[in-house]
Nanobody
Framework: QVRLVESGGGLVQPGGSLRLSCVVS????????MGWYRQAPGKRRELVAD???????NYAGSVKDRFTVSRDYAKNTVFLQMNSLKPEDTAVYYC?????????WGQGTQVTVSS
């Protein structure tokens, strides 16, 4: 079994920063990919950014140059550094872990960008 535990969401003003963390535990094998998705009210869940175990990253166009995804391989943790946040970044952010083409999800953490 695989378990994902997220932390770091909250309320931030436009232009501010937040850092999300997600610890993945359980039966972890390579290759795998860790990343973040988000879902705003009334919208579909969408990929924000991900990083595979070779360190290759992938970003949604709307967050490129503002968000950075990274991993601590020793601690099986994935991070999402979010800078220059905009109100349209408001959503529930979900940690995602993929191995053997199977998706595992965290419980989600709310990020609200508002003045």
């Amino acid at each position: 079994q695989v378990r994902l535990v997220e932390s770091g969401g909250g309320l931030v003003q436009p232009g501010g920063s937040l850092r999300l963390s997600c610890v993945v535990s359980g039966s972890i094998f390579s290759p795998n990919t860790m990343g973040w998705y988000r879902q705003a009210p009334g919208k579909r869940r969408e990929l924000v950014a991900d990083i595979n175990n070779a360190g290759t990253t992938n970003y949604a166009g709307s967050v490129k140059d503002r968000f950075t995804v990274s991993r601590d391989y020793a601690k099986n943790t994935v991070f999402l550094q979010m800078n220059s946040l905009k109100p349209e970044d408001t959503a529930v952010y979900y940690c995602n872990f993929v191995q053997f083409n199977w998706n595992h999800w965290g419980q989600g953490t709310q990020v609200t960008v508002s003045s």
